[in-house]
């Protein structure tokens, strides 16, 4: 399985660009894949594919119309696990004693 952690948005289209965030969250949220947003982006957990049909379909709802597209894709693979999404937060939180701000 792979999380996979992605930030993409346009460069020109103004100051907010919620409108833009939020075209990419439907197309994640309509995958069926598990995710978390955060306000820096977006951690989703799949298959190396199903992923990076994720991300290619969230560059393309924004290129749609946008001229231009800045982001970044943190990926970590770990061979036969799942439920990483998860299981990479509690492992920290058993580690300090105590759950942490989500």
């Known amino acids: ?3 996979l952690d992605l930030s ?4 020109g ?3 907010s660009v919620s409108s833009y965030v939020a075209k990419c969250l439907d197309v994640i949220d309509r995958s069926g894949l598990d995710y978390q947003s955060h306000s820096m982006g977006t951690t989703i957990e799949g298959e190396f594919d199903q ?3 994720v991300v290619r379909d969230c560059f393309n709802a924004l290129a ?11 990926l970590d693979y770990r061979k036969g696990r ?5 299981a990479k937060l509690a492992s920290t939180e058993r580690v300090l004693g105590r759950e942490v701000k989500k």
């Open 51 to 53: 992923v990076m049909d």
């Open 64 to 74: 749609a119309d946008c001229h231009r597209i800045e982001g970044t894709i943190t």
């Open 1 to 3: 399985m792979v999380l």
């Open 13 to 15: 289209e103004g100051e």
């Open 82 to 86: 799942t439920g990483g999404l998860a």
């Open 8 to 11: 993409l948005y346009p460069l």
